[in-house]
């Protein structure tokens, strides 16, 4: 009597069917990096625009106060701090005009650092006047 052989079952993948796998794992990922990327630092800047317009909020209220614009010195006096997941991301400046008989104003300004470097500085000032307008 003949025995008859059955062809064996294959357990497993090839070498080139994990080496096609990982190319396209590969390519996909190439594609979507720099997307995320790009997300994330839109994201960012966000959160730093809502800061800045909490800060110009804060400078309204002052200048009702005051007759003058706070200095980064006096908004922290009254209790503001930038928030961390902010101030990882940014630093900021408040140029005041406040002389003789010119029209009190500020311009904040705030620089990105570390990972968001590339993305420039942002600026508002007291008249809402926003810069870069692209990425606002």
Not at 41 to 50: D, F, G, H, L, P
Not at 110 to 115: Q, V
Request: glycine share 6%; net charge positive; no cysteine.
């Amino acid at each position: 009597m003949k025995k008859h052989s059955f062809p064996r079952k294959r357990n497993g993948f090839t070498l080139i069917e994990l080496m096609i796998t990982v190319a396209i794992i590969a390519i996909l990922a190439s594609i979507a990096y720099p997307s995320y990327q790009q997300y994330i630092i839109r994201s960012k800047r966000s959160a730093a625009q809502a800061q800045m317009m909490d800060i110009a909020n804060r400078q309204q209220q002052f200048l009702l106060a005051n007759r003058s614009y706070a200095t980064k010195d006096a908004l922290a006096a009254s209790g503001y701090t930038l928030p961390a997941e902010v101030a990882a991301n940014y630093g900021y400046t408040i140029t005041l005009q406040d002389a003789g008989t010119q029209v009190p104003s500020f311009l904040l300004t705030f620089s990105p650092t570390g990972s968001q470097q590339r993305d420039g500085d942002l600026t508002l000032n007291n008249q809402g006047v926003k810069t870069p307008a692209g990425k606002w």
